[in-house]
């Protein structure tokens, strides 16, 4: 009997000790959690920023996240029911329009999903599909995770997001011929959110690369030169650094741009279990897609 109570302590501790998975992630961030370490920082950056111009401009919450694998969780069911018990963990959206949307990656198992609130009928399960596939899962068959994730939240916040915002239900939508100041109106606010989105995820390059035409401070001539690079932490204490160098082409002119820290799965992770979202619901629609 005693041998029986230690074996069953034993079994107790290894299903609820540290040690053990939860059902899903822990929530770190409302817009970009990047728990499989698949991009770089200023990808991360980008896109939270457009993101969260999505949210200011629309009241939208889109949040993307990545993992390893589904197996590191103890949620049971295929990639669909998986990410719909994500999206309603973390409660992604208005509680009251459920309008929310998440984009997960999950690198090792070679799959991803566009998961939709239960605001959005079988009208955007069908443009999310061809997001999924035309715009998404080439670049990840590649290894460029990065660059389909831009791809993929440029395109959900312009075709699935937006038009949701100005026109609800695609296919329950009553038709109405629009004036043309109601028309102008329309595309004047798509006109700014995209300058915003643009900005949010390019904005770092573009600044990079109009440092050429500014003029040295040494010998006042243009062609100046951007570079950045990462210190890496020389002990556990530390975390990595951001270091960006403005350099003359001309002269022995040098700037060093003060470190950043850079982020850590430790610093990703902390946060409320929601995450600031706003407790929406999915019903299940959306769209997978695999490599």
Not at 141 to 152: L, M, P, V
């Amino acid at each position: 009997m005693r041998r029986f109570c230690t074996l069953l302590g034993i079994v107790i501790f290894l299903c609820t000790g540290p040690g053990a998975a939860s059902d899903y992630p822990s929530v770190a961030d409302l817009h970009f959690n990047d728990f499989a370490n698949l991009v770089d920082v200023e990808t991360e950056e980008g896109t939270r920023a457009a993101l969260s111009a999505l949210l200011s401009q629309t009241g939208i919450e889109m949040t993307v996240v990545t993992i390893r694998s589904r197996q590191d969780y103890e949620a049971s069911g295929d990639l669909e029911e998986f990410t719909k018990g994500l999206f309603n963990d973390w409660g992604v959206g208005d509680v009251t329009r459920n309008d929310g949307i998440l984009l997960l990656v999950v690198g090792d198992d070679r799959e991803t999903r566009i998961q939709l609130g239960s605001a959005y009928n079988q009208g955007y399960d069908v443009i999310a599909q061809d997001i999924v596939s035309s715009d998404m899962v080439p670049y990840f068959r590649d290894g460029a995770y990065g660059e389909g994730i831009e791809r993929g939240v440029v395109e959900v916040i312009d075709r699935v997001a937006l038009r949701n915002a100005e026109d609800g239900p695609i296919d329950n939508a009553p038709f109405t011929n629009p004036g043309l100041f109601e028309r102008f109106d329309g595309w004047l606010f798509g006109i700014v959110f995209a300058g915003i989105a643009a900005y949010g995820l390019f904005g770092r390059r573009i600044g990079d690369g109009m440092t050429r035409f500014r003029r040295c401070p040494g010998c006042g001539r243009r062609g100046l030169h951007s570079e950045r690079g990462i210190r890496p932490a020389t002990d556990a204490s530390e975390v990595p650094m951001e270091l960006h160098r403005i350099s003359c082409r001309h002269c022995d002119f040098r700037e060093d741009r003060e470190p950043r820290a850079m982020k850590t799965q430790a610093g990703r992770r902390s946060g409320s279990d929601r995450g600031g979202f706003g407790g929406g619901k999915s019903s299940g629609g959306g769209a997978s897609g695999r490599w």
